[in-house]
């Protein structure tokens, strides 16, 4: 996973963008094995100093499954609510990032 992401990111960056990361979201009844895998990654993801959002900080409930709010019917995916939430978080991030790219093209 992480050779993948470091593939995409140095794609993002030779296409003039900068990454903006998002951490895995929970897993509703991760096993011991998989929540550990899913924290090395996300821990792995806010060390590489892009702009991050913390998905899973923000949509789990404190023991690894989502919020309640996110209405996650599969564990895995939230609903609308959810995607509602995420995207407004996202959009949020990116305006405090600015347009520093389209300043420097311009």
Do not use: C
């Not at 992401?5 to 929970?26: D, F, K, N, W, Y």
């Not at 009844?29 to 550990?36: D, K, N, R």
């Not at 806010?46 to 709010?69: H, M, R």
């Amino acid at each position: 996973m992480q050779t993948d992401r470091l593939a995409q990111i140095a794609a993002i960056e030779a296409a003039g963008m900068l990454p903006v990361l998002l951490t895995t979201s929970p897993l509703n009844a991760a096993t011991a094995g998989q929540q550990t895998v899913m924290d090395g990654y996300n821990a792995w993801i806010k060390t590489l100093g892009y702009p991050t959002y913390d998905l899973f900080t923000d949509a789990s409930n404190g023991s690894g499954d989502f919020k309640e709010a996110w209405a996650s019917l599969d564990g895995v995916h939230p609903t609308s609510p959810g995607y509602r939430i995420m995207g407004n978080r996202l959009a949020d991030l990116i305006m405090l990032l600015g347009d520093d790219q389209g300043e420097a093209d311009g």
